[in-house]
Structures are given as C-alpha cells and as structure tokens.
C-alpha cells in the first residue's frame, strides 16, 4: 500500500515549530516500495514525525522503523521509561540516547502505551541544524573537539565502579 493508496494525501498534518510534523495516519498497513520511500524522504526532511493513538505490537513497530534502515537490537531489548515516579516529577536534563556509543543512532523511536495530558512529554533538539548555524570560525573550532557524555550516579541503576 502506497501513501497515495493509503490516503496520507488526505492525512491531517500540523507543522511543530521549529521543526518536525504531527501526522494522523495508520501505521498498522505495511507500504509498499514507493511508500516506504515517501515516508523516509518526510522522515529525512521534517524530522521528527509524530504518529499519534497508534496500535502497533512489536513486531509492527520494527517494520515501520524498517522504512528508515535496519533496525538494531533483539527482540525485548528495548528500554521501557514509566511515568510512575522514577524519574522525578519534572523533565530530565537534556540528553542524548545512546551517546556513548561509537557511531550515533540515525533514529530514535519512541512508543508511547499511556502519554498522561500534562505529565508526559518529550522535546528534541536539531543538531544537524544547531552545527549548519555556527558561524564557519566556530565550527572550525569545535571540530576538532571530543564530546564526553556522563550521568549522575543518582540517575543510573547501573553499578558504580
């Protein structure tokens, strides 16, 4: 099935400001080879897409994710994050997913099974669009520069060496 076929023409889309769109289609129909296109060229260009009141099983969820590229991980590896306390009342600092890894995660996919009004809510930032705004003196500067990504101890389930 196609966009097109799939009535995405039709679709309610909102922009968000700076960046990104707010898309009402069912994800649950598999695309077909020029849908699959379309929706990574929007992906690519719009970045991110928000796909609200979903009803995607795991299975489901990859073969979306699958439009982007190849999708990491084994079946039941993916992180849960709760809204029951955990993780304080308010938002975390900012963060970046996965950054210690060696080559940064092309996508991110969050899957939401209870988004509580008020209470549960994500912002991202444009880091492709953040390094084209540096002035060229700058950007030479930061360049050669490492990045370390650290997490409080009191943040981390993890063992403390």
């Keep these: 099935m196609s966009f097109a076929e799939a009535g995405f ?3 309610a889309v909102q922009k968000f400001a700076p960046f990104g769109l707010e898309i009402e289609f069912d994800l649950t129909h598999p695309l077909d080879e020029a ?7 929007l992906f690519y260009r719009e970045k991110p897409l928000v796909f ?9 969820q990859i073969r979306v994710l699958g439009y982007l590229g190849r999708v990491l991980g ?3 590896e993916y992180r849960e994050i709760s809204s029951d306390g955990n993780l304080g009342a308010g938002p975390l600092c900012y963060h970046s ?3 210690f890894t060696d080559e940064p995660f092309k996508v991110l996919s969050l899957y939401a099974l209870e988004v509580l009004e008020g209470g549960s809510w994500t912002s991202f930032a444009d ?10 003196e700058l950007r030479r ?14 943040q ?6």
């Design 156 to 161: 981390t389930h993890r063992a403390i060496a």
């Design 35 to 41: 849908g699959q296109r379309a929706f990574r060229n």
């Design 74 to 76: 084994a079946r039941g």
């Design 127 to 136: 880091g492709i669009a953040a390094l084209r705004a540096l002035p060229e």
């Design 9 to 11: 023409e039709r679709a």
């Design 52 to 60: 609200r009141n979903q009803k995607l099983d795991e299975e489901a």
């Design 97 to 99: 997913d996965l950054s």
């Design 141 to 154: 500067k930061v360049e050669a520069l490492d990045a370390v990504a650290g997490i409080s101890a009191t």
